[in-house]
């Protein structure tokens, strides 16, 4: 199925190209590996983790939930917490407790976040759970139905994923380049705006 879809990109690359287009291709995400030293998934359970330190009610959203989960089986290296009650103590008890599980590598709050991602404050939870680049974060062990996968972890989401190729068809000018650490949102801008002569 791979090969079958990878070849019709080709082609429709191929048309676009014959008719005189400018073509720009680029990944959404990256992936990487998220599977401990014996082949098992590396996963941190937060709502586990909250329930153990005495945060009750809080809820856990992964952002990857699509049904494709023979890869990622809906995990991913970046979660939401909601916490029932989200006064200073409860931030604090709960940011302790997930910042203290192995492979988490941040755990900022709902203003820090928005800042720091360009995220809608209204739309994410009152923590933001970031793991690190061989950790995947879940809900609880029941949440996630891990025999669906095929083979080890692999998983997105998070800081370590965002390293894609970004591919131009024709020359782009030096200064569109200077000074930028390019992301795949920039194909548009270097396609619209970057190319030389």
Known sequence: MADDFYRAVDAS?????????VVGLVADHG?????????TPNVRFLDEALRAAGVDGARTLCPITD?????????G????VHLAEPDGAALNRARGALAALPGVEGVLDRAAAA????????????LIVLADGETVLGR???AHDLSALHGALRSHGGLHERTV???????????????????????HDLLLNGLAG
Do not use: Q, T
């Open 13 to 21: 690359v191929g048309r676009a190209l014959d008719a005189g287009f």
């Open 31 to 39: 992936m990487r590996a998220k599977s401990a030293a014996d082949g």
């Open 67 to 75: 049904p494709y989960v023979a890869h990622h089986a809906a995990l």
């Open 77 to 80: 290296s970046l979660a939401w």
């Open 115 to 126: 800042s720091a991602f360009d995220l809608p404050a209204d739309r994410i939870g009152d």
């Open 140 to 142: 609880s062990r029941d």
């Open 165 to 187: 190729p970004l591919i131009v068809c024709a020359p782009v000018a030096p200064a569109a380049l200077e000074g930028r650490d390019l992301h795949n949102r920039d194909v």
